[in-house]
């Protein structure tokens, strides 16, 4: 019963590397969100996606690209790395029927603490 | 678009005390409001939902939330603290239109 993984759990980067954040989910859910948790902050949405095929941005996704193959994995890749990027990053999932639902995020990964250099 | 206000960044309460976090939300729709936990070095975890329905909702480990549109709050309540309970506390605030938003989390300490 594993629910949200993320995969790493801690990176380090140099300015403009790329990398890519794992994120699968075996619930069978629908919606997967991808979140940055900076220091004092709340969540910030970057990517959605309501099913396979289908992804839309959210409230900070400048510097950053998702894809949603299949319905357990949401990869996010982060193509030029900036200092701006460093954060927590969060994946969740949730299963809302049909489309165009208020999110409700229901399971969170334990995240991915990413430092640029 | 929809905001959230937590207020207090940090809470400290007695062993047995009343938990009291509180919650303002502006909403241009009725909203879905929620609290979520997090403990260190994990992710969130859903403590309580308001979509519809009855205003008092009780959610995991003891910990409710009444919704009151008059007042635009959703505070978060406990009637006795446990050490467990020392965590971080966000609420958050969905309108129909694909988009949530957190408030800046409220740590709650628990003295013993």
């Known amino acids: 019963n594993a629910g949200v993984t993320q995969t790493p759990k801690f990176r380090i980067l140099k300015i403009g590397q790329s990398m890519t954040l794992q994120c699968t989910q075996d619930?069978?859910?629908?919606?997967m969100y991808w979140y940055r948790q900076d220091p004092g902050m709340g969540l910030k949405l970057i990517y959605y996606?309501?099913?396979?095929?289908?992804?839309d941005k959210g409230e900070v996704p400048n510097g950053y690209n998702v894809s949603r193959s299949t319905t357990e994995d949401f990869p996010l890749r982060l193509e030029l790395a900036a200092p701006s990027q460093t954060s927590v990053y969060f994946c969740?999932?949730?299963?809302?029927?049909?489309?165009?639902?208020?999110?409700?995020?229901?399971?969170f990964g334990d995240g991915t603490r990413l430092s640029i250099l | 678009a929809q905001s959230v206000t937590q207020l207090g960044s940090h809470v400290s309460v007695s062993e047995g005390a009343l938990v009291l976090l509180r919650c303002n939300y502006s909403s241009s729709v009725p909203p879905y409001l929620f609290w979520y936990v997090q403990y260190p070095n994990q992710g969130l975890q859903l403590l309580l939902k308001?979509?519809?329905?009855?205003?008092l909702v009780k959610g995991i480990n003891g910990f409710e939330a009444e919704f009151k549109k008059s007042e635009t709050s959703f505070h978060l309540t406990k009637p006795s603290a446990h050490m467990s309970d020392a965590a971080e506390y966000f609420c958050?605030?969905?309108?129909?239109?694909?988009?949530?938003?957190f408030g800046a989390g409220t740590r709650l300490t628990v003295k013993p």
């Open positions: 958050a605030v969905s309108e129909n239109n694909n988009d949530m938003r």
């Open positions: 308001y979509t519809t329905g009855a205003t």
């Open positions: 996606s309501v099913g396979a095929g289908i992804t």
């Open positions: 619930m069978n859910h629908n919606y």
């Open positions: 969740a999932s949730s299963y809302l029927m049909g489309i165009g639902q208020a999110h409700q995020p229901q399971h």
